[in-house]
Nanobody, 116 residues
Framework: QVQLVESGGGLVQPGGSLRLSCAASGSISSINPMGWYRQAPGKQRELVATINSGTRTNYADSVKGRFTISRDNGKNTVYLQMNSLKPEDTAVYYC??????????WGQGTQVTVSS
């Protein structure tokens, strides 16, 4: 079993920054990918960024150049540094872990609100 706990969300003004953290526990393997997704009101959940066991990353076009995903395998933690935030980044952000046999785990989500 895998548990994911996100933290770091909040209210920030446009142009500001936030850093999200996701602490994973349980049957975690450092070779399995982790990532961040988000869901805005009335919209489907969408990919924000993913990272494999090393440094290979993938970003949604809408966040490239503004967001950075990183991972500390020793702490089983994945981070999302978000800079130059825009109102359209407002959403609930979810941590994701891709386990074995195609099983996917999700955190409970953390709210990010970008507003003046």
């Amino acid at each position: 079993q895998v548990q994911l706990v996100e933290s770091g969300g909040g209210l920030v003004q446009p142009g500001g920054s936030l850093r999200l953290s996701c602490a994973a526990s349980g049957s975690i393997s450092s070779i399995n990918p982790m990532g961040w997704y988000r869901q805005a009101p009335g919209k489907q959940r969408e990919l924000v960024a993913t990272i494999n066991s090393g440094t290979r990353t993938n970003y949604a076009d809408s966040v490239k150049g503004r967001f950075t995903i990183s991972r500390d395998n020793g702490k089983n933690t994945v981070y999302l540094q978000m800079n130059s935030l825009k109102p359209e980044d407002t959403a609930v952000y979810y941590c994701n872990y891709a386990g074995v046999f195609g099983r996917v785990y999700w955190g409970q989500g953390t709210q990010v609100t970008v507003s003046s």
